[in-house]
C-alpha cells in the first residue's frame, strides 16, 4: 500500500483496530483517495474495527459528502465480506455540528441492515473502547 502524504493508515494487531488518520485539511479528491486507501488497506488484513480519525481533515465538501454517501458507503458494502465497526473521531465542534445538524441517524440510515456498524465519537478513547468492546 503506497501512502499518502495527507494520511496515516497503522494497523494495530495488538489492538485489533486499523487506525486512519488525516494529516491536513484535503481537497475533494484527497478526501476520496482518502477513505479508498483506507478501504484497501482493509481489504489486506482480517482487522474488521477501523478509526477514522477526521479531526485534521477538515470539513468536507458538498461535493465529498455526496461522494461519501452516494459511492464509498456502496464500495464497503460490497466489498466488505464480514461484520466492521467503524468508529469515527471528529473535533468537539465538528461533533456537535454532525449531531445537531445533519444528524446521526443519516449516516446510520445508510449502513442498516449491512456488515457495517458505525457510531461517532469526540473522544479517541471513547472510540477506542468501542472498537475494542465490539470485539468481544
Known sequence: MQPLPFTSVELRK?????????????????????????????QETDINCWLFDTR???????EAEAWYFSD????????L?????IAVLH??????????????EKFR???????IEMDFFDSEHKAVEWLTGSLK
Open 56 to 62: 485534521r481533515r477538515g470539513a468536507a465538501t458538498q
Open 81 to 85: 465480506k464480514s461484520k466492521h465497526y
Open 14 to 42: 495488538d489492538l485489533g483496530i486499523i487506525f486512519f488518520r488525516w494529516l491536513i485539511a484535503v481537497t475533494t479528491e484527497q478526501f476520496k483517495a482518502g477513505y479508498l486507501q483506507v478501504l484497501g488497506a482493509g
Open 72 to 79: 464509498y458507503i456502496p464500495l464497503l458494502k460490497t466489498n
Open 109 to 115: 440510515n445508510y449502513t442498516k441492515d449491512t456488515l
Open 91 to 104: 473535533t468537539p465542534d465538528h461533533y456537535v455540528h454532525i449531531r445537531d445538524v445533519i444528524g446521526f
